[in-house]
């Protein structure tokens, strides 16, 4: 039998160490003069960028100063070997042929979009050029490397764009899988200028649409549905961009239409019954075993087949949902004070609640905020939530001057020319409210009471119109918060019960 290369206590003695800077235990083969060196202390150091204090040269400081382990260029700390690129001479981390991260990466690239005449595909050069000038490349070679022997996924996405296999057109990013890494690609190859601007959400509805139609068996139902999506639902929710980015709830709420125009379509056919022949009973019986959102999830199908001439009119009984009461001023007032003096939290989440309690935005609104709506023209900061700008007061203004010169999420090529205050992890978009919520939640502060309470004071301060010009409301939901601020004293009769 043959025998193991090393005992276990034979490994431990020979391999394992603790790293000389962070004294962490593990298999470090990274030996620098100061000492075997973890992998973490290593990326950490080769980013360290600066005047040497030993030779005064600009470089990477990767080494240490004996006497008081100040960092300096690996000439002064002694290093066995060059950290220099053997393509561009840039000194940093490097990979396969002694390449700098940022020429592995644009090698990659120019490999994946290869048409196969040994250049770039003429149409993708601008994704190319996107792509290798993020200021991480380190983020995009991750993103085209294989892991544990298998291709990435945008790999391969990115090889088939540049063979010709995958059409340049959003028809063609509908059906390709995963789902995720295309509909990145997309929104890369949108930024770039490759393909037609389209909003992220009404993308995503269409290529959810086309998989739940294919489910759909009976052909009756399926031609229906493409009939009111094509000719409804889409056709307003393009509309709706237009006027502005759609949000993720508004897709979510068109899917929910049309699944509960299958299941209304499915239980009518069950009972043997037809639209045309459909009667306000049938629709009742229908419409009291559902709650009542799901009813009003069917009105807009109802009111569209009927003048369609698919079924007779029918009445659906409209339902109000409950409103949410507002927390009292003196807890919004202690969330403000502890959101700008507690630093624990997140900055992003402390300036998006700040401009929740202080101005009632709601955070879909907060996130489209771009860095051009912050005025800093004058002696002070404003916002321009509405008309005129607003006045942010101290020291609530410093933190959104802070957020504005420490945005996330700006180094890869997703976001890097982004205007958005809360750039997101997507080419274009900024931060989504599932990000975001949670955040806010964890700082205390809870979205909906905190913005009624905002809108209610704010509407008791000055007159409705005027805050509804100011803010971006409509002059109707400040008049109604009005009231409501003021309605339980106005109704007092001023006699016990």
Not at 103 to 124: K, N, Q
Not at 159 to 170: K, P, T, V
Request: charged share 25%.
């Amino acid at each position: 039998m043959d025998r193991p290369y090393a005992t276990a206590e034979q490994y431990e003695r020979w391999f394992v160490r603790d790293c000389a800077r962070c004294g962490r235990r593990g298999n470090f083969a990274t030996r620098w003069p100061d000492g075997h060196i973890c992998r973490t202390c290593q990326d950490r150091a080769l980013r360290t960028h600066g005047r040497c204090p030993g030779c005064g040269n600009d470089r990477v400081l990767a080494g240490r100063r004996t006497e008081d382990q100040a960092p300096i260029c690996t000439g002064c700390a002694g290093f066995f070997t060059s950290l220099a690129c053997a393509e561009c001479g840039q000194e940093g981390k490097l990979h396969a042929g002694r390449r700098c991260t940022r020429c592995t990466f644009t090698r990659r690239v120019a490999e994946l979009l290869d048409d196969g005449t040994g250049r770039i595909r003429p149409e993708l050069v601008p994704l190319a050029e996107l792509l290798t000038s993020m200021d991480n490349p380190l983020t995009g070679l991750s993103w085209v490397s294989s892991r544990h022997g298998r291709s990435a996924p945008a790999a391969d996405l990115l090889r088939g764009l540049g063979r010709g296999d995958i059409e340049l057109s959003h028809d063609a990013f509908h059906r390709l899988q995963p789902w995720r890494a295309a509909a990145h690609l997309r929104e890369l190859l949108m930024q770039c200028g490759v393909l037609p601007l389209i909003d992220k959400q009404i993308l995503l509805f269409e290529r959810w649409l086309i998989e739940h139609l294919d489910t759909i068996t009976d052909v009756e139902q399926r031609r229906l549905l493409r009939q009111y999506t094509t000719w409804h639902l889409l056709p307003w929710l393009r509309g709706r961009a237009d006027r502005g980015p759609v949000s993720s709830r508004t897709r979510n709420e068109l899917g929910q239409q049309v699944l509960r125009v299958g299941d209304f379509l499915a239980g009518i056919q069950e009972q043997g019954l037809t639209l045309a022949r459909l009667r306000q009973e049938d629709l009742d019986r229908w419409l009291v075993t559902h709650r009542p959102h799901q009813r009003q999830l069917l009105k807009p199908f109802l009111t569209w087949a009927a003048h369609a001439g698919h079924m007779p009119r029918l009445h659906v009984v409209p339902h109000r949902s409950g409103q949410q009461s507002p927390i009292t001023q003196h807890r919004r007032i202690g969330l403000l004070r502890k959101l700008i003096t507690d630093d624990t939290g997140e900055l992003r989440a402390r300036v998006a609640a700040i401009l929740l309690l202080l101005y009632a935005q709601p955070l879909g609104r907060i996130l489209r905020l771009t860095i051009d709506d912050i005025d800093t023209t004058g002696p002070d900061v404003l916002l321009r939530l509405g008309d005129p700008p607003t006045p942010v007061p101290e020291p609530a203004a410093e933190l959104l001057l802070a957020l504005r010169d420490q945005r996330t999420n700006m180094r890869t090529a997703t976001n890097r020319g982004a205007r958005w205050l809360f750039p997101g992890r997507r080419a274009g978009q900024p931060l989504t409210t599932r990000t975001i919520a949670p955040l806010i939640r964890d700082l205390g502060v809870p979205t909906v009471p905190g913005r009624l309470a905002a809108l209610h004071q704010l509407v008791l301060q000055a007159p409705a119109p005027v805050i509804a010009q100011a803010l971006g409301f409509h002059h109707t939901t400040t008049q109604r918060h009005h009231a409501a601020a003021g309605g339980t004293w106005n109704r007092y009769t001023g006699r016990e019960g």
